[in-house]
């Protein structure tokens, strides 16, 4: 039986991917080879391949039911967009062949107006193009083929995320092969990051769901006064599943292993309707795509069981919200993690330089690791009384921490658990790969043998957190390789530059709470910044400083930044927008009638008793009419104020910076100030008479 199920899973698994296996199955050796080399060498793919491949992918996407195919891609707007061709071609007789050349498998044009491009492309030069990455796999799902696509306008400028993805990549590489080198490492030919990353979301009955506007149109609720019961009793995280949830999660595995996605745990989360979902880790590309049908998978089969999945960073106030744990490596094409800290004091002192770089880079570019988790919905929870913070720490454990102050006093003394520690020659205690006891606060933690970014706001594409990652881990790198390439005295200079290093950038390692009062005191007095929102994070990405970064290393040109800054403000003075216009939509067409209905029911009341003349004690429902109709009273007052808001915001000529600014500090805050009134008047007026679920209906009716 256990065998049985066994075969059928690996049966099962990718069988809806052109991968490898099939590749290899399929295409005649030469092209195999061919198309072997430009996955993984990146040298161009000759058009009469690309013509044998296509042959290929078509054949084996038409035996597995496809009818169409797509360049799927990631424009800017974070989830992925995708045009669906049929494979029909009409013959002269009036019947259809189906074809598919390697002109269309290479490139696509999909009308690319409507997609955000920051001022890059104006409207009547809008095309664009799709690119095939033949490094992430095409695959079959509801009867389309899959191509997975770079998205770049027609004078070549980056339209998506994907593209300075690839482009990181590369660029990570070839520094981390410079380090490697000159640690006399002569087999590696390539250096690719690993992520692994963990998602959570939310479930809600769909019937309930549909009853709230808000969630509806903004992926999150805007009002809602607090349950009797939240999260406090902790019973729900790695609870036991729930069978409608357990069947959900069952049909979610089947349908990601068909799709190659090796989806791998599953439990439920601290909220209650929180879950979370992890798969192997693979390359960051890779891993991205899989993200996104990760995303889209859970939100279709959230649907096939009455179900609706939030994927929003915040769905619930006072209930935990939802984070993506960015879990990051770098591997060489021969299997070595370099963030493994190895046996042999060679190896240790590799793995020194590489963990040394990731510190110094996350100190240097703080700014942008945080900008690269920014989004509207994680304003909610970075920088809020929650996890995690907003600034920016690594967190090392005592063990590796205690190995770099002796680097930094010296390197020779002793170390924790005996012995001597000199770079290069002796080895690194063992460390514990998995401790139970490590930190959970840190928003940027090593793990063992890789860091765990953990602000990753859950709706977005990893695309972003992970360019800027290798990014700025490639250009501290390069800073090292400039150094040792030079270098007489290859073990000397890797001491100076650990303890340069170190005693430079320490104060980005912390492995206390995180979530504390204190903490945020001592960051400040360490200089760590502290960007409470995607506003001012935004900002920081056109800083000279990162400007040239992104420059240097070929990811963007200082135009493409400025257009990518734009979109990103634009993109938050929408969703504010959005979230307001629901707002008052909600209070004056829902709340107020229902609370108006409630204060004449209470009138009514007072009346009929006064009419039968009885002497009877009516303070109670007096006592209700004034509270009610006093609140009612500011609940109005404050829908006006909100409009009024919403109008001076969208009629303001500031740039998109100062008009961002408004909606934050002016929009939001009244948003905030209606809200807390009518989540009063929840906890007031008749249940039956609410005009939509309560708070306990959505957490706890699954
Ligand atoms: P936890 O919930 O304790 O953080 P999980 O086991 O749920 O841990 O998730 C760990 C994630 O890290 C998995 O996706 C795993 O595949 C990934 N991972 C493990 N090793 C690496 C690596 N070398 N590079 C990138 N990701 C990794
Ligand atoms: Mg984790």
């Known amino acids: 039986m256990y065998k049985d199920q066994t075969y059928s899973l690996s049966e099962v698994f990718g069988s809806y991917v052109f991968n490898d296996v099939i590749m290899r199955e399929r295409l005649p050796k030469p092209t195999y080879k061919a198309l072997k080399k430009t996955i993984e060498e990146g040298i161009s793919l000759n058009p009469q391949v690309a013509e044998v491949v296509a042959n290929a992918m078509k054949d084996w996407a038409i035996e597995k039911g496809a009818t169409h195919y797509t360049h799927w891609f990631q424009p800017m707007t974070g989830i992925t967009a995708e045009k669906h061709d049929s494979f029909i071609s ?8 189906m074809e598919f050349s390697g002109k269309e498998l290479i490139k696509g044009e999909p009308d690319a107006s409507s997609f955000p491009s920051g001022g890059l492309r104006v409207t009547f030069e809008a095309r664009g193009y799709t690119a095939w990455d033949c490094t992430s796999p095409a695959f079959v799902k509801d009867s389309t083929l899959y191509i997975p696509t770079a998205f770049c306008s027609y004078t070549g400028e980056v339209l998506d995320k994907k593209t300075p993805l690839l482009r ?73 599943l729930k069978e409608r949830i357990s069947l959900f999660m069952k049909e979610l595995d089947q349908e990601l292993w068909k799709l190659g996605v090796s989806a791998k745990t599953k439990h439920n989360e601290v909220a209650p309707a929180q879950h979370e979902i992890a798969p192997i880790f693979t390359t960051t590309n890779i891993a991205t795509d899989h993200n996104q049908i990760i995303m889209d998978t859970l939100k279709k089969i959230a649907l096939r ?21 960015n879990n990051w490596s770098l591997s060489t094409n021969d299997g070595q993690n370099l963030l493994d800290p190895g046996t042999t004091p060679h190896e240790n002192a590799q ?124 250009e501290v790198l390069g800073q090292i390789a400039d150094r040792l390439e030079k270098a007489k005295d290859r073990d000397l200079e890797v001491q100076l530059i650990l303890k340069e290093i170190v005693t430079n950038h320490k104060r980005v390692i912390f492995n206390g709470n995180n979530y504390s009062d204190e903490w945020v005191e001592e960051a400040t007095k360490r200089g760590l910044p502290n960007i ?13 400083k990162n400007l040239q970064l992104f420059e240097k290393h070929g990811i963007f040109t200082k135009h493409e930044l400025h257009s990518r800054y734009e979109i990103i ?15 008052i939509e909600i209070a004056k067409r829902q709340i107020l009638p229902s609370v108006i209905e409630f204060t004449s029911l209470v009138a009514n009341s007072i009346n009929s008793i006064k009419s039968t003349g009885i002497d009877v004690d009516i303070s109670a429902q007096s006592e209700i009419l004034t509270e009610v109709s006093s609140l009612l009273a500011d609940l109005k007052k ?27 500090d002016n929009v939001f805050v009244k948003m905030s100030q209606l809200r807390s009134v009518a989540d009063k008047l929840e906890t007031i007026v008749d249940d039956k008479l609410w005009p939509f679920p309560t708070y306990g209906e959505l957490l706890f009716n699954i």
């Open 168 to 240: 990181s990549m590369e660029t990570i590489s070839k520094e981390a092969l410079r380090v490697l080198s000159v640690f006399g490492n002569t087999t590696s030919t390539k250096v690719v990051t690993t992520v692994g990353a963990e998602q959570e979301y939310f479930l809600v009955d769909k019937e309930t769901y549909l009853k709230r506007k808000d969630i509806v149109y903004t992926g999150r609720t805007l009002f809602g006064a607090k349950p009797p019961k939240g999260q406090e009793m902790e019973d729900h995280y790695f609870g036991t």
């Open 90 to 97: 009409p013959t002269s007789d009036g019947k259809v062949i």
């Open 305 to 325: 069981h009455g179900l609706v999945c939030l994927l929003h960073e915040k769905p619930f106030a006072g209930v935990n919200g939802s984070g993506k744990h």
């Open 351 to 474: 793995f020194l330089v590489f963990l040394c770089a990731v510190i110094k880079a996350v100190d240097d570019y703080a700014d942008l690791i945080r900008a690269s988790a920014a989004n509207p919905g994680n304003d909610h929870r970075l920088g809020a009384n929650e996890a995690p913070p907003a600034i920016i720490s690594v967190f090392l454990g005592d063990q590796l921490t205690d190995i770099l102050e002796q680097i930094e006093n010296g390197g020779a003394k002793s170390c924790k658990q005996g012995g001597e520690l000199k770079i290069g020659v002796s080895t690194l205690p063992d460390l514990p790969k998995d401790t139970t006891d490590r930190n959970r606060t840190s928003p940027f933690a090593f793990t063992g043998n890789k860091f765990e970014f953990r602000m990753v706001p859950s709706s977005a594409s990893i695309a972003g957190p992970n360019f800027v990652l290798n990014t700025i881990v490639a």
């Open 638 to 664: 404050n829908i006006v104020l909100l409009e009024k808001s919403v109008l001076d915001a969208s009629n303001s000529n500031d740039d998109t910076y100062d008009k961002a600014l408004i909606y934050k």
């Open 532 to 544: 409470r929102s995607t506003v001012e994070a935004t900002k920081t990405i056109i800083d000279e």
């Open 569 to 583: 403000l634009e993109h938050y003075i929408k969703t504010i927008n959005i979230e307001a216009l629901t707002t």
